[in-house]
């Protein structure tokens, strides 16, 4: 069963911070999302606040991205996200368990 989610994709480098990642860099993710999921709506960075197990705060923009998923596909969307921005934790979550994707029939 297909769900809308949303997941927080990071705008700054983990280990260089300061850093941002480059736009070509996003672009790539949105890719892999797309030959995983179909498709994606990106939405306006927002300022995240943070606080790791450890204690220190992370205070960085985020950009919400939402995905028409199955479960097995969002956690797939997932690892492929904290590996690939290089992440300790990935925020994602169901919007909504009804979805309708209408597409218009041919003329």
């Keep these: ?11 700054e480098k983990r280990l260089e911070p300061g850093k941002f990642y480059r736009t070509r860099y996003h672009q790539v993710w949105d890719e892999k999302v797309r030959a995983i999921s179909g498709g994606l709506t990106i939405m306006q960075p927002a300022k995240g606040h943070w ?3 450890c204690g220190e705060t992370f205070i960085e923009r985020m950009i919400p991205v939402r995905i028409i998923a199955t479960r097995e596909q969002i956690e797939s969307i997932i690892d492929m996200t904290m590996e690939y921005y290089d992440q300790l934790a990935i925020l994602c979550y169901k919007l909504s368990d009804e979805v309708i994707l209408k597409h218009r029939k041919s003329s």
């Design 51 to 53: 606080v790791a197990p």
């Design 1 to 11: 069963m297909t769900a809308l989610w949303e997941i927080l994709v990071p705008t």
